[in-house]
């Protein structure tokens, strides 16, 4: 079983920054993608930023320039670095893993989302 804990969220004044945090635990063998995904309110899931397991990052058009994703695969841990806020990232962000284990084959898994709100 992998779980995945994301933390950092809250409320932060627009032009302000938030970290976000997602670590993964269980019997993890190995770790490919992982992603940020956010979902505003009344609106779909839409995915903010992607990192592979060789570095390489993808970002929305919208957060591009303000947001940076990385990784730390020694702790299991996705970070996403959300500068410049603006009240239209406004949602609740999400983490995802592709994530192989001593027993089953790459699967994708998700956190349990962290609000983050942006308000003067």
């Known amino acids: 079983q992998v779980q995945l804990v994301e933390s950092g969220g809250g409320l932060v004044q627009p032009g302000g920054s938030l970290r976000l945090s997602c670590a993964a635990s269980g019997s993890i063998s190995s770790i490919s993608n992982m992603a940020w995904y956010r979902q505003p309110p009344g609106k779909q899931r839409e995915l903010v930023a992607l990192i592979t397991s060789g570095s390489k990052t993808d970002y929305a058009g919208s957060v591009k320039g303000r947001f940076t994703i990385s990784r730390d695969n020694a702790k299991n841990t996705a970070y996403l670095q959300m500068n410049n806020v603006k009240p239209e990232d406004t949602a609740i962000y999400y983490c995802?893993?592709?994530?192989?284990?001593?027993?089953?084959?790459?699967?994708?898994?998700w956190g349990q989302g962290t609000q983050v709100t942006v308000s003067s």
């Open positions: 995802s893993m592709n994530v192989r284990t001593l027993s089953t084959a790459l699967t994708a898994y």
